[in-house]
């Protein structure tokens, strides 16, 4: 690759969705910019490399590289170690890099139990010798090689040393754009994995325009069965909004349609549980006199683990299902 | 956990000097726990630099051991491995502030109450003390030096119970210029001591010493007395309790004018507790002779409120329809004289409630009185010459296995004290009237302890009462006399004639019964009593701090704590009265500094914690929109420390770090396994 | 790819028959004085449990809990004053509330009925506490090691950079 100056900035994705690749493309015309800027020479999801141009650059080639998504795989893996080799600064891009994202739910389940799912078991199935994928296979040509399915789904920072963090799912336009001119201009804050940015400081609670009036909860509603009053806050309402657990950065987006918050920028702080928090949180903010009362309530939460954990299950302190 | 308390990982802390004392206890944690291998263990970690065992380290030598090894060593931490922090916590800060060194810098570690003396299990308790330790190094290691906060105290006091002990307390703490209200659950003043006739050893009549206590302290203006009240709950801490108290109504006013038409013409009855049921009383009542207040009240379980008593006075001086109302009393501090009851013999216990003509010693006390429900009689078919058989031990010095357990799975194997020379007492006030009776006592021992108490066992003896001492293991049998010649047949096997089986007729059989504590597992509840096995509320410690509990501001005074006599109790009760106002000259109290802070720079905004504080302390500054804790109001619960979903707020002394690793060290502890 | 290597525990440690780890978190004005009441009687309990103090009951953080289970506990106690008898006045509502949602969200991650018990004792409840305990440790004993740092290094987890946490401490 001819050196012109340019920042040289990379994309991967693995266990993901796709989202984070399209928000980096959701800064819009700021791409032109990017463009002038740096030259992008990884990116699988927007144009065709191979790991084998990547493997031959000098170490510390790529300025920036962004990962998104989960490790999953073995080949996941490898990837991350060979981008952490290739780059200076390697960032965790989305959720799923950060705290495992929707991706890391599937630790609620055993490989036994995903493989039956997705090979066996499943209406749309039609697999009658119930034949499982194999990780090696002999052929005339040679041996062929799958990556191997790791027993639990990991952050980034599990496998490799991560320099930053951008937070959410996907991490919102305007503050990538924001991340990427601190790039550009060489003005990101000081290295450690647990700096986040492409956000704020602050929860959700504190970008969201409704208003608190510090009432208790009276009662669980679900936000497709009931219309939440506008202007107040969605969690004293009743509706489970993760907002006071979650770090801001999205403008409070999805209180502001009447969906509440679901925890997507993860912990707020430098929390490690954020389902933990949350928690601690909920159960201080119940109109409950009597412990009758209080299991009422609670027995109204449906799926705990589901919504407390939503995005974190991966930074969390059990990290799965036993 | 956030990553600030991942610091609580590192095992090793720059600068911090930590000392190790492990209590023997006398014997009391190191005959179960090997307090040495725990030293020689808790040496090795990083950090401590020094660790030591000594008997007692709450002693004057043990304290001096640690004052010294502080400067010697120059310790900035300190543990000690001892009792409950409940005992000597105050003991070891103080003695640590002492070598200069911040109190708070120290950590109390409970290796017996929860450890040494709730197992057999040598090796496992060792274990386990270690690992107590080393989690205390851990947690130690992320303590800050703190400064206590100053209460002022509130110069009044609460008396809880109108018999003598609460009586006395009341007077004396008045005489030391506390306003004081006294609180007592019966329409009137007096206790367990207006049951009784004349006292030991002076003889004088109970009610007439009672009466000169009630009258100084109904005299007192700054004591205020409430009879048939109620304590409702009770909120605060030393210095400033607020205790909400129902004053039943009396029913009875000043201006009746006819007590006596008042009560004759009152047609429902119910058994008279004053007489332990050997006798009836109205309605409406008066409880005793010289009684205060002294004038009727009514009994609302038994008055069918007809009326026939307004009628009797002319309309005046009776409101059946008087209401209850509520007060708020204010107190800094609270003084216990609830006292006890007599033991009630289970049902068939030496024949009692099942055959005739057996009594309880309380009982008999009252046919005694000349004042008496019987004017001094006492029920025998042969009054020629009658035969009286007095149990000693009864509901006392019991041994499991062999006495019946009680209703609460328990036996009463506590020595009653009073029962001995009450029971002489009474055989001799019976040989006063009736030369010609014939007594017989029967008993483990004699324990006729106090000053001049000995003389009536003397006495006793040189009237001819007859004394059988009998084997605890193998108790009296009572019967019916089927040959109808006495009432009762006494079976017992006499240990001082070398083992000759007797068979005893009574007339009377006197069961000389012991005490209980009056039930007030709801004051326990709210002023968080300790209780000993046998249910008497528990002092701090028995000899150097006696008449106080654990709780601070809270006072023991009389039977309640354990039984004794009225010398003892009003003791006690000058004892508490004593404490209770050293305690408010000092003027006001230390409160531990365990308080909690917002960190502004990590506070979210959220708003949780504005709604979660007990005391409203804390509140939202509109501009930078940050919680702040209003730390005078704030009283060290750490509700909102856990409630903080950005662990933006940490309480003082349990800081997530300090906890955390608390927590970490007792866990990973013996665990070898470790991650390439 | 890199396999994750992890050092036998030592002989000793696996020599050991296993004993149930068990932390409690005691409220110091009601259930940690109800424990001492237990040590006044003499009562007995198998030394498993391990108690940590607080003022307040209202001051476990659900992530404490987490916390001790993550880190190798086989059973976690938490215990507070009665409802009405906080010292505190209402830190105990909070518990209240955060315990069984806890208990709900433990459970959907597979922790069995029995390893996470929350009761309250008074000061006055010796007898209640030394029974709980007892009962509690049997309880865990049936159920045998939860091991979830162990469960997790089995799936792979802790063999990149977030190793630090699974280090053993002094």
Redesign the interface.
């Known amino acids: 690759m001819t050196t012109n100056g340019k920042l040289k900035i990379g994309m991967y994705w693995a266990a993901s969705c796709g989202g984070c690749d399209i928000s980096l493309l959701e800064i819009g015309p700021h791409l032109l910019e990017l463009i002038a800027a740096a030259d992008v020479v990884f990116w699988p999801c927007a144009a065709d490399f191979k790991y084998k141009d990547v493997a031959a650059y000098p170490d510390g080639f790529i300025d920036v590289c962004f990962f998104n998504g989960g490790v999953r795989n073995s080949e996941q893996e490898q990837v991350a170690r060979l981008l952490r080799a290739k780059s200076k600064t390697l960032a965790a891009y989305g959720a799923c890099a950060c705290d495992g994202g929707i991706p890391a739910l599937a630790n609620l389940r055993t490989v036994d139990e995903i493989f039956a799912s997705s090979y066996l078991d499943n209406p749309s199935i039609d697999n009658p010798g119930r034949v499982l994928p194999q990780t090696t296979f002999a052929t005339e040509l040679g041996d062929l090689e799958i990556p191997r399915f790791y027993p639990h789904v990991l952050r980034l920072a599990d496998v490799v040393e991560v320099d930053y963090q951008l937070p959410g799912c996907p991490p919102q336009a305007d503050r990538v754009w924001e991340a990427l001119q601190a790039v550009v201009a060489g003005a990101l804050p000081a290295r450690n994995s647990a700096v986040k940015v492409a956000c704020t400081d602050k929860s959700v609670c504190d970008e969201c325009l409704r208003e608190k009036r510090l009432e208790k909860i009276a009662a669980f509603k679900r936000p497709h069965l009931a219309i939440p009053e506008a202007g107040w806050c969605l969690l004293e309402q009743g509706f489970v909004c993760n907002g006071a657990a979650t770090r801001s950065g999205c403008g409070a987006k999805c209180p502001s349609v009447n969906l509440p918050c679901r925890g997507c920028y993860g912990a707020t702080g430098d929390v490690a549980d954020q389902g933990a928090a949350f928690i601690g949180a909920l159960g201080s903010l119940l109109e409950a006199e009597t412990e009758d009362r209080a299991r009422e309530l609670i027995d109204q939460v449906v799926d705990p683990v589901g919504t407390f954990y939503r995005f974190t299950l991966a930074s969390s302190d059990l990290k799965g299902r036993r | 956990?956030?990553?600030?308390t991942?610091a609580a990982?590192?095992?090793e802390r720059e600068g911090v000097r930590i000392g190790v004392f492990i209590c023997h206890c006398g014997g009391n944690i190191s005959d179960v726990v090997d307090v040495k291998q725990v030293a020689a263990e808790v040496a090795k970690?990083?950090n401590v630099v020094f660790a030591t065992t000594h008997t007692f380290v709450c002693s004057d030598p043990g304290q001096a051991l640690i004052e010294g090894a502080i400067k010697e060593h120059a310790l900035n931490r300190v543990i000690v491995a001892a009792c409950?922090?409940?005992l000597h916590q105050a003991t070891f800060r103080r003695a640590v502030e002492r070598a200069g060194l911040n109190q708070f810098l120290f950590e109390h570690v409970?290796v017996?109450?929860?450890?040494s003396?709730?197992?057999?299990?040598a090796a496992?308790?060792t274990?386990?003390a270690t690992?107590?330790v080393?989690?205390a190094?851990?947690r130690i290691r992320h303590l800050e030096p703190l400064d206590k906060r100053r209460i002022a105290i509130h110069p009044s006091a609460l008396v809880i119970g109108g018999g003598v002990a609460g009586l006395v307390a009341a007077r004396d703490l008045a005489r030391r210029g506390m306003r004081v209200t006294l609180v007592e659950n019966h329409p009137f003043l007096g206790g367990r001591m207006a049951q009784l006739d004349r006292v030991f050893p002076t003889g004088e009549k109970a009610r007439d010493l009672l009466a000169r206590v009630i009258e100084e302290v109904v005299r007192d203006p700054r004591i205020t007395v409430l009879t048939d009240a109620e304590i409702l709950d009770s909120?605060g801490i030393v210095g400033d309790f607020r205790t909400r108290i129902r004053i039943n109504p009396r029913g009875v006013n000043e201006h009746l004018a006819y007590r006596g038409n008042a009560i004759a013409a009152c047609p429902e009855e119910t058994i008279n507790e004053f007489d332990f049921g050997l006798s009836r009383r109205k309605a409406i009542y008066m409880a005793y002779p010289g009684c205060y207040p002294p004038m009727p009240a009514i009994d609302w379980h038994t008055c069918t409120k007809c009326g026939k008593c307004v009628w009797a006075v002319g309309g005046k001086g009776i409101d059946l329809e008087a209401q209850p109302r509520e007060i708020e009393v204010h107190s800094g501090v609270i003084v216990l004289a609830t006292g006890y009851d007599p033991y009630e013999p289970l049902y068939g216990e030496y024949g009692y409630g099942s055959f005739p003509r057996i009594l309880t010693l309380q009982q008999l006390i009252r046919l005694l009185d000349p004042e008496g429900p019987t004017g001094g009689q006492i029920p025998v078919d042969n009054t020629a010459r009658p035969r009286i058989g007095f149990i000693h031990c009864v509901g006392a010095r019991q041994i499991e296995g062999v006495n019946q357990r009680q209703p609460d799975g328990k036996v009463k194997d506590y020595c009653a004290r009073t029962c001995c020379t009450g029971a002489l007492h009474a055989a001799l006030t019976i040989k006063e009237h009736w030369p010609q009776a014939s007594i017989v006592s029967l008993y483990q021992d004699i324990r006729t302890y106090g000053r001049g108490h000995e003389e009536y066992y003397e006495k006793a003896s040189a009237q001819g009462v007859l004394f059988i001492r009998y084997d605890p293991r193998h108790p009296p049998k009572v019967e019916k006399d089927p040959t109808g010649q006495s009432a009762l047949l006494v079976r017992v096997n006499d240990l001082l004639s070398g083992g000759l089986d007797l068979e005893l007729p009574l007339d009377l059989l006197v069961l000389a019964t012991g005490v209980v504590p009056h039930d007030i597992?709801e004051l326990?509840?709210?002023y968080?009593?300790?209780?000993?096995?046998d249910s008497f509320l528990?002092e701090v410690h028995p000899k150097l701090r006696p008449v106080e509990l654990?709780v601070s501001g809270v006072f023991l005074a009389g039977c309640c704590q354990g039984p004794m006599d009225i010398t003892e109790a009003t003791g006690a009760a000058s004892a508490a009265a004593s404490k209770a106002a050293a305690l408010i000259a000092q003027g006001n109290v230390e409160m531990d500094p365990?308080i909690a802070r917002v960190d502004e720079t990590?506070c979210?905004?959220?708003?949780?914690c504005?709604?979660?504080c007990?005391?409203e302390a804390i509140s939202r500054d509109a501009e930078t929109?940050v919680a702040h804790v209003n730390e005078a109001l704030c009283?060290?619960?750490?509700?909102c420390?856990?409630?903080?979903?950005?662990?933006?707020i940490q309480?003082f002394g349990?800081t997530?770090a300090q906890?955390?690793?608390?927590?970490?060290?007792?866990?990973?502890a013996?665990?070898?396994?470790?991650?390439? | 790819m890199a396999q994750a290597t992890h050092v036998q525990p030592d002989a000793a440690a696996t020599a050991a028959p296993w004993q149930p780890r068990i932390v409690a978190f005691l409220c110091y004005w009601c259930s940690y004085t109800g424990a001492d009441n237990a040590g006044t009687a003499r009562l007995k309990y198998p030394p498993n449990v391990d108690i940590v103090r607080v003022m307040c009951s209202g001051r476990i953080d659900p992530a404490l809990v987490t916390e001790a289970f993550a880190r190798g506990a086989d059973g976690v106690m938490v215990c507070g004053c009665h409802i009405g008898d906080c010292h505190y006045i209402s830190g105990n509502h909070k518990t209240m509330a955060r315990m069984p949602l806890l208990r709900r969200t433990l459970a959907g991650l597979g922790l069995e009925d029995g390893r996470f018990v929350h009761e309250w004792v008074s000061a006055a409840e010796g007898e209640k506490f030394a029974k709980l305990v007892r009962q509690v440790v049997e309880q865990v004993r049936a159920l045998g090691p939860l091991d979830w740092p162990g469960r997790l290094r089995e799936r792979g987890v802790g063999h990149g950079m977030d190793l630090e946490r699974w280090r053993e401490h002094a």
């Open positions: 956990m956030s990553a600030r991942l990982t590192e095992t970690l990083p409950s922090p409940t409970n017996r109450e929860q450890c003396w709730v197992s057999e299990d496992g308790s274990a386990k690992r107590l080393r989690a190094v851990a909120e597992s326990i509840n709210m968080r009593c300790a209780v000993g096995y528990l654990a365990f990590h979210t905004g959220c708003q949780t504005l709604t979660v007990p005391y929109r009283t060290g619960c750490g509700t420390a856990a409630t903080c979903p950005s662990d933006a309480q349990f997530d906890v955390v690793s608390e927590v970490r060290a007792l866990l990973t013996a665990r070898a396994a470790t991650i390439a």
